[in-house]
């Protein structure tokens, strides 16, 4: 079992920054993949992105390549997406995940575990 924790979330004007972070227990952080996702009101969740366990390849969603970027930090346990450039259609519940894998990312994982999210909300 893999526990998740994000934090980080808030309100944000449109064209700011914010860092979310998510903390890992449980099992070898580093036998993981992990991801990001959100999900707006009335909308499916979606995929926003990945890194792989050792953070050599990454994956992004074309809405957020280029504003956000994923990192991990394997002593730590934790992995952080940092975004940047904020729209009002960034404003979601943003999710952490974690999928059993120890092969390069270059789409979107398939999270064996999840946490319980964090609201993200940007403002105009």
């Known amino acids: 079992q893999v526990q998740l924790v994000e934090s980080g979330g808030g309100l944000v004007q449109a064209g700011g920054s914010r860092k979310l972070s998510c903390a890992a227990s449980?099992?070898?952080?580093?036998?993981?993949?992990m991801g990001w996702f959100r999900q707006a009101p009335g909308q499916e969740r979606e995929f926003v992105a990945a890194?792989?366990?050792?953070?050599?390849?990454?994956a992004y969603a074309d809405s957020v390549k280029g504003r956000f970027t994923i990192s991990r930090d394997n002593a730590k346990n934790t992995v952080s997406l940092q975004m940047n450039s904020l729209k009002q259609e960034d404003t979601a519940v943003y999710y952490c995940?974690?999928?059993?894998?120890?092969?390069?990312?270059?789409?979107?994982?398939?999270?064996?575990?999840w946490g319980q999210g964090t609201q993200v909300t940007v403002s105009s």
């Open positions: 995940a974690a999928q059993q894998s120890l092969r390069p990312v270059q789409a979107a994982i398939r999270p064996d575990y």
């Open positions: 449980g099992r070898t952080f580093s036998n993981y993949a």
């Open positions: 890194i792989s366990w050792s953070g050599r390849s990454s």
